[in-house]
Structures are given as structure tokens and as C-alpha cells.
């Protein structure tokens, strides 16, 4: 059976702990100089990209090469799909080429349409709806902190846009049963289908008006640019909208004792946090990008069977 990873939901916890594992121990290898590991010997990984990309094209290209692959990228204008090709064509052709398409997109209808009709493993690499590799991520960063320390027992704190990363996050704490805390501005609060979703399945995720109440007793203090690709028009009401959400040395002292401070990146300073917070020994962000290869790499294992 093929398996997806659309959405955070696609993965147990079980198995997501089991992908932590193998990303610690691939992390590990790679950092004493053991690069390749050939699962994807000889095989295709293909990646569209519809929105541009840094980290995510490179960690993705990186993570397929380690694995003894071959990474096939191409612009939305490069394929018949932007011609007006059916998907469910695409999906059928493509899957008798490649172990698996990695896509990043606007709507998440594009994936799902795809993944109807392949035989391969679908990837969301980012839509607007939702962004579960970097979750994924992030996740597996505040597992590396935790340490010994439980995740269940554990307060992340968003703040910010209600836009695809905060709806991951609640996935991620219906998932892992972790508290969630969110502070969103009025009119840019989570999707709320899963929100609703995701509060019966935790009841300890909640929505807070003030930053400030959001933080307390938060492990993570987590937040994204104010201002996402395509909503470039939009700057100016949205700085207005989004003061007072600020990720600053101040909110900071108020989360938990050793809070550590995540952000996707590229980071906005001066917007959604400050440089003093982002250069801070509490941010974790460059260790949490580094982590999207280790993360990635176990994902690909895990949906990718071996030969």
C-alpha cells in the first residue's frame, strides 16, 4: 500500500517516533562523516516546485543524493500539469518513472488529486492549507532538547499568523497530545476545521488574545513572518494587524524556565522577532533547519521501500 504524507495526520505516533529515532542516528552518522546510506541506489526522486524554495529544495536534493538517488526538480512551467494535463495522467506516468514526487504548492487539492491516482509516495513540501516536513522538523528538534523529558508534558506556544504552519502544529499536538498554546491577531486565526479537529482529539490546545498568556509555561515559543509568499500587498495592514505578536526578549522571560525559541525561517527581524531573540542561546532555528535534511532523510526511508 503507498503510503502519503500530506498532511501531519498521514503518520502515527509510533511511527513518527520511529522516524525520530533513525533521523538522530542518521544525523549522528553524517556528523562523523558517514554521508551515504543507499536506500534510493539507482532510483528517482522527482520535486516540483510552484512557490520558491530554499531550504526546502536543498534539504530535500541533499537527503535524496545522501541516499544514493537522483533528484529531478522542475518549475511548475516545466510540466504538462501548468498546460492543463489531467493529474490523475500525471500521477500514472510519473509513478512508473519515480519512487516518490515531493511537491510545494498553492492548494492542497493539487496533492490530493495526485495521490489519488499514484502508486508512489506523495509529498507535501508546503501548501497553503498545511507544512508537515517542517513540523516534522521542529518537532524532532524539541524531542532532540527534551531529552529525557516527556513531549506530552510539554507547552509549545504559537504566535502569529493562524496561517499552514500554526494548522500543522495542531495536528502535531492532536497527534502527540502535547499542549499547544496559540496567539493569533483576530481575522488570522487557524484553518477551523482543524482546529475543531484537533481540539477534540487534545483538549489541552487553546487560543489565547494576548501573547503574553500564551507563552506562560511554554517549553517552545514558536512563530513565522507576518507577511507569507503571495501576500506581498498585504504588508502594510498586517504589520498594523500584527502589533503587540512581536517575539521579543520580554515574551521570552515569560515562557518556561529554558524555553528555546523556533522559526521555519526565512526569518523577518524587526517584524515577527528581533535579532536579539533570533541570535539568542535560546534559538535553535539554524539547528532546526540543519534538521530538515536528518528529518527528511528518515521520512524517505520510511515511505520509500527498500529494494
Given at each position: 500500500?503507498?503510503?502519503?504524507?500530506?498532511?501531519?495526520?498521514?503518520l502515527?505516533?509510533?511511527?513518527?517516533?520511529?522516524?525520530?529515532?533513525?533521523?538522530?542516528?542518521?544525523k549522528?552518522?553524517r556528523?562523523?562523516?558517514?554521508?551515504h546510506?543507499?536506500?534510493?541506489?539507482?532510483?528517482?526522486v522527482?520535486?516540483?516546485?510552484?512557490?520558491?524554495?530554499?531550504?526546502?529544495?536543498?534539504?530535500?536534493?541533499?537527503?535524496?543524493?545522501?541516499?544514493g538517488?537522483?533528484?529531478?526538480?522542475?518549475?511548475?512551467?516545466?510540466?504538462?500539469?501548468?498546460?492543463?494535463?489531467?493529474?490523475?495522467?500525471?500521477?500514472?506516468?510519473?509513478?512508473?518513472?519515480?519512487?516518490?514526487?515531493?511537491?510545494?504548492?498553492?492548494?492542497?487539492?493539487?496533492?490530493?488529486?495526485?495521490?489519488?491516482?499514484?502508486?508512489?509516495?506523495?509529498?507535501?513540501?508546503?501548501?497553503?492549507?498545511?507544512?508537515?516536513?517542517?513540523?516534522?522538523?521542529?518537532?524532532?528538534?524539541?524531542?532532540?532538547?527534551?531529552?529525557?523529558?516527556?513531549?506530552?508534558?510539554?507547552?509549545?506556544?504559537?504566535?502569529?499568523?493562524?496561517?499552514?504552519?500554526?494548522?500543522?502544529?495542531?495536528?502535531?499536538?492532536?497527534?502527540?497530545?502535547?499542549?499547544?498554546?496559540?496567539?493569533?491577531?483576530?481575522g488570522?486565526?487557524?484553518?477551523?476545521?482543524?482546529?475543531?479537529?484537533?481540539?477534540?482529539?487534545n483538549?489541552?490546545?487553546k487560543?489565547f488574545?494576548?501573547?503574553?498568556?500564551?507563552?506562560?509555561?511554554?517549553?517552545?515559543?514558536?512563530?513565522?513572518v507576518?507577511?507569507?509568499?503571495?501576500?506581498?500587498?498585504?504588508?502594510?495592514q498586517?504589520?498594523?494587524?500584527?502589533?503587540?505578536?512581536?517575539?521579543?526578549?520580554?515574551?521570552?522571560?515569560?515562557?518556561?524556565?529554558?524555553?528555546?525559541?523556533?522559526?521555519?525561517?526565512?526569518?523577518?527581524?524587526?517584524?515577527?522577532?528581533?535579532?536579539?531573540?533570533?541570535?539568542?542561546?535560546?534559538?535553535?532555528?539554524f539547528?532546526?533547519?540543519?534538521?530538515?535534511?536528518?528529518?527528511?532523510?528518515?521520512?524517505?526511508?520510511?515511505?520509500?521501500?527498500?529494494?
Amino acid at each position: 500500500m503507498t503510503r502519503h504524507y500530506i498532511t501531519f495526520r498521514d503518520l502515527s505516533k509510533e511511527e513518527y517516533e520511529a522516524v525520530f529515532q533513525r533521523a538522530a542516528h542518521l544525523k549522528k552518522a553524517r556528523r562523523e562523516g558517514r554521508y551515504h546510506f543507499p536506500h534510493l541506489a539507482g532510483r528517482s526522486v522527482g520535486m516540483i516546485f510552484n512557490k520558491n524554495s530554499t531550504r526546502t529544495r536543498v534539504s530535500f536534493e541533499s537527503a535524496i543524493t545522501e541516499l544514493g538517488g537522483h533528484a529531478i526538480v522542475l518549475a511548475a512551467s516545466e510540466t504538462q500539469i501548468s498546460r492543463g494535463e489531467a493529474p490523475s495522467h500525471t500521477a500514472r506516468v510519473l509513478s512508473r518513472y519515480l519512487s516518490a514526487l515531493v511537491i510545494r504548492t498553492y492548494e492542497e487539492t493539487e496533492l490530493t488529486d495526485l495521490a489519488a491516482h499514484a502508486t508512489i509516495p506523495i509529498i507535501n513540501g508546503l501548501t497553503n492549507q498545511r507544512h508537515p516536513c517542517q513540523v516534522l522538523t521542529d518537532v524532532f528538534t524539541l524531542v532532540e532538547t527534551l531529552e529525557a523529558e516527556k513531549l506530552e508534558d510539554q507547552i509549545v506556544a504559537w504566535i502569529g499568523d493562524g496561517h499552514n504552519m500554526a494548522n500543522t502544529w495542531l495536528e502535531a499536538a492532536a497527534v502527540f497530545g502535547f499542549g499547544l498554546h496559540l496567539a493569533c491577531p483576530q481575522g488570522y486565526q487557524p484553518d477551523k476545521a482543524i482546529l475543531a479537529k484537533a481540539q477534540a482529539d487534545n483538549p489541552k490546545i487553546k487560543l489565547f488574545d494576548s501573547p503574553l498568556e500564551a507563552v506562560k509555561g511554554a517549553r517552545a515559543v514558536n512563530t513565522d513572518v507576518f507577511t507569507s509568499m503571495g501576500q506581498e500587498k498585504e504588508i502594510k495592514q498586517r504589520l498594523k494587524d500584527f502589533a503587540g505578536y512581536q517575539v521579543t526578549k520580554e515574551l521570552m522571560a515569560k515562557a518556561a524556565p529554558q524555553a528555546i525559541f523556533l522559526h521555519c525561517l526565512p526569518a523577518h527581524i524587526g517584524e515577527e522577532v528581533t535579532e536579539e531573540v533570533l541570535e539568542s542561546p535560546a534559538s535553535l532555528v539554524f539547528e532546526e533547519a540543519e534538521n530538515r535534511l536528518h528529518a527528511q532523510k528518515a521520512l524517505l526511508e520510511f515511505l520509500i521501500p527498500s529494494l
